[in-house]
């Protein structure tokens, strides 16, 4: 099946600095969503998006879809402790990265 | 209150028997999913229903079988021929298969020994 890339794998960082983790894909997809999964627990959608260049932001998170269609990004600004958790982009109807455990030391 | 409800949330079962995991969704969702997670890594498509008492393959589905009788039932039969059962299960629901925004229950973790 068509796979996604999804970096970094996991990422350590002091409480209050921003973080920016990315997906990418050899083929276009026409939707990139992102979900959040805390331990044990299903994955929660945080931001989707529909369009090409869009750029989309929910609280401290902003999303955005890549030009080319292969890729999109997604930003915290001031991260919290309860951001801990893993983090999934997914693409197009069910292709979901291996995802970024996302680790706020207080 | 909405949403949607796996059963039991962990299921231990001895190797060579077949074991059904239950999804129920009262979000009165059309399309029903069921993945697979394995440890570090991402979600695995094992089937998909877009319509009640329809369904497709997943990327996985070699060793599941599903049933869609009612919209607000998926179950998930893993089988003997699954070669290695034990994972974490989740089942998700969207409106459709457009938009693709899927909304996911709590899990249930499996243990085949």
Redesign the interface.
């Known amino acids: 099946?068509q796979q996604?890339n999804?970096s970094p794998q996991s990422m350590f960082i002091q409480e209050g600095e921003d973080v920016s983790m990315n997906c990418t894909s050899s083929s276009i997809f026409n939707?990139w969503?992102w979900?959040k999964q805390d331990p044990?627990?299903?994955?929660?959608?945080l931001i989707?998006l529909?369009k090409a260049g869009e750029l989309t932001s929910n609280g401290r998170l902003t999303a955005q879809f890549g030009i080319t269609r292969k890729d999109s990004f997604l930003n915290i600004s001031a991260s919290i402790p309860s951001d801990v958790g893993i983090y999934?982009c997914?693409a197009?109807?069910?292709t979901?990265?291996?995802?970024t455990t996302l680790t706020v030391k207080p | 209150d909405g949403g949607?409800t796996q059963s039991p949330k962990y299921l231990f079962r001895k190797e060579g028997q077949n074991v059904t995991l239950s999804c129920e969704q009262n979000l009165n969702h059309d399309a029903m999913?069921w993945?697979r997670q394995d440890p570090?890594?991402?979600?695995?498509?094992i089937y998909?229903s877009q319509i009640v008492n329809d369904f497709q393959k997943?990327?996985i589905a070699e060793g599941y079988s599903v049933s869609r009788e009612k919209k607000e039932s998926f179950p998930l039969t893993v089988t003997s021929a699954q070669k290695n059962p034990t994972a974490f299960y989740?089942c998700?629901s969207s409106a459709g298969?457009l938009?693709?925004?899927?909304?996911?229950?709590?899990?249930t973790?499996l243990t085949v020994t």
């Open positions: 099946g996604l999804q939707t969503l979900y044990g627990e299903g994955p929660v959608l989707a529909y999934f997914c197009g109807k069910s979901f990265g291996d995802g | 949607i999913y993945y570090g890594q991402g979600l695995r498509l998909y997943g990327d989740l998700a298969i938009p693709y925004e899927q909304y996911f229950g709590p899990g973790r």
